[in-house]
């Protein structure tokens, strides 16, 4: 936003429109230029963050649940490995706050077994290779269809009022609890909002 600068007046200043003019105008071009309607009517503007990865690539895996360092690339079927899709590391330029609860929409198959669920959850670090904390709650989901394949949407709770700092990075951590088989095909959708600028 630009920044209104007024000249200060002295003791003696002949008050005429010329001088109010200029003074009135520098304050309405700021304005006119930065505020528009929708700003005053809606202060806070929402950015929609979404981040995909198939069924094998593109993920980055990591040896604990809070490490920001990759050990590996790619989908991996071992128990318990930790994974992140790479699209899902993303710098959040702004101080926000989310909107609504996180949402995966993940496409399951009839290859898992039942009862094997896969975990879930949002993180935030200030670096991206730094040491990442939960955001919101760590949601395990089965990820079996009754058919071939079955789309169905896991809510992240707890996600929602969370605040994040400017220059702060999110991801999706994945964590495998079956050896049966790589993290499924997935897309999270992250609302943030924040003011105007």
Same mark, same amino acid.
């Given at each position: #936003?630009?920044?209104?600068?007024?000249?200060?007046?002295?003791?003696?200043? @002949?008050?005429?429109?010329? #001088?109010? &003019?200029?003074?009135?105008?520098?304050?309405?071009?700021?304005?006119?230029?930065?505020?528009?309607?929708?700003?005053?009517?809606?202060?806070?503007?929402?950015?929609?963050?979404?981040?995909?990865?198939?069924?094998?690539?593109?993920?980055?895996?990591?040896?604990?649940?809070?490490?920001?360092?990759?050990?590996?690339?790619?989908?991996?079927?071992?128990?318990?490995?930790?994974?992140?899709?790479?699209?899902?590391?993303?710098?959040?330029?702004?101080?926000?706050?989310?909107?609504?609860?996180?949402?995966?929409?993940?496409?399951?198959?009839?290859?898992?077994?039942?009862? &094997?669920?896969?975990?879930?959850? @949002?993180?935030?670090?200030?670096?991206?290779?730094?040491?990442?904390?939960?955001?919101? &709650?760590?949601?395990?989901?089965?990820?079996?269809?009754?058919?071939?394949?079955?789309?169905?949407?896991?809510?992240?709770?707890?996600?929602?009022?969370?605040?994040?700092?400017?220059? &702060?990075?999110?991801?999706? @951590?994945?964590?495998?609890?079956?050896?049966?088989?790589?993290?499924?095909?997935?897309? #999270?959708?992250?609302?943030?909002?924040?003011?105007?600028?």
């Amino acid at each position: #936003m630009g920044y209104i600068t007024v000249t200060g007046d002295s003791d003696g200043d @002949l008050h005429d429109a010329e #001088m109010h &003019n200029a003074k009135f105008g520098a304050i309405s071009s700021v304005i006119n230029g930065n505020i528009s309607h929708d700003n005053l009517l809606y202060p806070s503007g929402e950015f929609i963050i979404t981040a995909s990865a198939g069924s094998v690539t593109p993920w980055y895996r990591f040896g604990s649940a809070t490490s920001g360092v990759p050990t590996a690339q790619g989908a991996s079927s071992t128990n318990s490995e930790i994974h992140a899709p790479v699209s899902s590391i993303i710098r959040i330029p702004f101080t926000g706050t989310f909107t609504d609860n996180v949402t995966i929409t993940v496409c399951k198959t009839n290859a898992y077994a039942t009862g &094997n669920n896969l975990s879930f959850v @949002l993180q935030k670090s200030s670096t991206p290779g730094g040491t990442y904390s939960n955001v919101g &709650n760590l949601i395990a989901n089965d990820c079996l269809s009754s058919g071939a394949f079955e789309l169905a949407v896991i809510t992240l709770t707890g996600t929602t009022g969370q605040t994040i700092t400017a220059g &702060n990075y999110i991801r999706l @951590l994945v964590t495998n609890n079956t050896a049966s088989d790589p993290p499924p095909a997935l897309t #999270m959708t992250a609302r943030i909002k924040t003011l105007h600028v």
